[in-house]
Every structure is written in C-alpha cells, then in structure tokens.
C-alpha cells in the first residue's frame, strides 16, 4: 500500500491510495465508514460472499472476480468498493459511467492500474455504449483494443493491462445490457436495513463522533432513516447540532423528535419529496393508478429521481403499489397521509 493520499484528478475521477487518510484530512463521510468487512453492519450475505470470495483468492494467490453491486443509494455500494480495496491491499480508482465519455478516458484510467488495483465505477449503466464496449476485454481478458485513425489508415493497438478487480454500481440493474451483466462474477442486490442494523450502525456511529445517545434515541432515528446508513448518519449530525445548541448534548428520543420536525422527516422517516409524491397520487390522481411521468410531470422533478430515490423505500414499505398500469397510493399511504381511504 502507498503513501495515504486521495487525488482528485479533476476529470471526475478520484484516486484512493491506501486504506486509511492521516486524521486531519479525512472527511467525516469516509471516517463514518466501516474499513474493513468484520466492521460492517447488515447485508449478511453479501458480506459472507464477499469475505469468501476474497480468502478464496488470497489462498490461490489470485485475484476476486469482477463484483456487480446494485440496490437504492445510500445502502452502502461505494463503501464497499473501499473495503475490498482495503481488505485486497490494492489502491481504490474511482470514476462514475456519465465522467467516461470517451474510449480515451477509460483507457488512460485502466492503463494506470496495478494488479490488485480496485477500480469503481459509480453509476455503471450510464455508461456510452462505445466505452462499455471497450471494457468487454479488459474484464475478460486484461487487455484492451485501441483503435487509432478511421477508414483505410485505422490502425489498432492492443493494451495489456494488469490484473484490476472492477466494482461496478448501479441503481438500475434493469438497465444494464446482458453483455456486462455476465461478466461480472459476484452480482449482489443490496436491500434497505432493518430499524435493529440501523440502531446498531446509529451507536457505532455516534461511538466515533465521540456522542452520547441512549437506546430510545437510536431507535427513534433507526425508524426514520428509511432503512438507509447514509441517511441515518447524515440524520445523527443534525440531531447532534440539536442537542448541542438546544440542551444538553445529549441524544434521546425527544431530541431526534424535535431535529427530525425541523428537518421536515416525519415518523416514518417520509422526506417533503416522498409525502409531495404520495401526496400527488392521492389527491390529484385519486390514488392511482398513474404513469410515473404524470407524477413526474405534475411535481416537476425528474423521473429518474423518482424512480431511483423515492419509489424504493415507499415500494419496500407497502405505501406505494406498481401495477401494470401504473402506481397506486395503498391503504396505509392514505392513513399515513391522514386522507379517508378511496380505494
Ligand atoms: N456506516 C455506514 N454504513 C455502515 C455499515 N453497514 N456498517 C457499519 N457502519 C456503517
């Protein structure tokens, strides 16, 4: 491992050398994070499958296959492309499918992996169909096919590359194509956590920022975190200014009650966009069903936001149903909402 250091290449991409930061430099974000697999919370089996797949190649003195990571934001996908890098001893590359527009980029990035680098690409299935084209050999084969000049002069070059683990992401497996789908070897779904793995995550968390926090108030910021890390560790900072400024410092349930009002998260942990969106189906949709273009359209935000960020979590949780002719309110998003059930 090298000198401990995060570049920023300033083409969206980010070069992770080493497994720790000195203390000084290292974002809260990334001292939040778990390091290494013993120290993760939830997502058993894919912890199992990974914990195997990496003792399997360490005892062949090999490299792990290709990991294909997919699941809601926030679940954990970047963290644990740190910790293979970390577990496997190689430098972590990050980059995300919309920043590798062009053949060039891609390859500038791959030529400079050592073996048993890790390189992470964020958001897989936006990448151009020219540079996943590209990344058919360099997965399969660690080489990669340049192309120079175009007609009678095109002339090619093939790279060798060294042996990189790639770690691909994505919200929307659906939309990968099958080509890249089966060239990855491990392909785990990661699923929103139980209010207990949030709890124990909370008290972890609230451990390292050096914040007392009794059982009730974990439990109260568990159940509005959407079942999501993230969330609930960028939660535990608002509540632990709350508590600061507004009594004593310490965290319990009637302080994660106040901070998360103030932060518009109510009881169910429903951001102003997820009730907004339910909201829109029930009152001007009559509770469904309705194309999420509609809906889209009538809150003015984007599909993909929709679909991508706030649908999960109300599927996962019963409030909202897919049918095929589209979405509909269920009973208990209408109780939620405080609206006599139509339905
Ligand atoms: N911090 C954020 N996610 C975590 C997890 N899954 N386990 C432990 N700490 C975390």
């Known amino acids: 491992m090298s000198d401990n250091s995060i570049k920023f290449t300033g083409l969206g991409h980010t070069i992770v050398d ?10 809260e974000i990334v001292s939040l994070r778990p390091e290494k697999l013993c120290q993760y919370i939830g997502q058993k089996k894919t912890i199992e499958t990974l914990k ?26 970047t963290t644990l492309a740190h910790i293979i890098s970390n577990e496997i001893g190689g430098k972590l590359v990050v980059t995300s499918g919309p920043a590798l527009e062009k053949g060039g980029d891609l390859i500038g990035m791959l030529t400079q992996l050592e073996s048993g680098d890790v390189f992470f690409i964020d958001e897989i299935h936006r990448l151009s169909r020219s540079v996943e084209e590209l990344l058919y050999p360099a997965m399969e084969d660690f080489c990669i096919d ?16 060294k042996q990189f683990v790639l770690v691909g992401a994505t919200t929307r497996v659906g939309l990968l194509s099958s080509p890249l789908r089966h060239r990855f070897g491990i392909f785990r779904n990661l699923d929103f956590y139980t209010t207990e793995e949030l ?31 993230r969330i609930a560790n960028r939660l535990l900072k608002r509540v632990r200014d709350y508590a600061l400024v507004k009594s004593d410092g310490h965290i319990g349930r009637r ?22 969106y339910l909201d829109t189906i029930i009152t001007y949709y009559n509770g469904g069903p309705v194309g999420i273009e509609a809906v889209a359209a009538t809150l003015q935000e984007e599909t993909d936001t ?9 599927l996962k949780t019963g409030l909202v149903i897919r049918t095929s002719s589209g979405r509909k309110a269920s009973q208990s998003a209408f109780a939620h909402m405080g609206v006599g059930c139509r339905l």
């Open 146 to 161: 340049f192309v120079f000049d175009k007609g009678m002069h095109a002339r090619s070059h093939r790279f060798r590359l």
């Open 199 to 229: 709890e124990t995550i909370i008290h972890r968390s609230a451990a390292l920022l050096k914040q007392s926090i009794d059982n009730d108030g974990a439990a109260e910021l568990a159940m509005r975190s959407r079942g999501t890390p």
């Open 52 to 77: 195997i797949g990496i003792e399997a190649a360490r005892q062949r003195n090999e490299i792990i296959d290709h990991v294909l990571l997919h699941g809601p934001p926030g679940l954990g996908k």
């Open 306 to 314: 929709l679909v991508d960020v706030v649908e999960p979590f109300l």
């Open 18 to 27: 080493g497994a720790r930061l000195p203390m000084d430099s290292e974002p």
């Open 255 to 276: 302080a994660v009650e106040e901070a998360l009002e103030l932060e518009g998260i109510d009881c169910l942990g429903l951001t102003p966009l997820d009730r907004q």
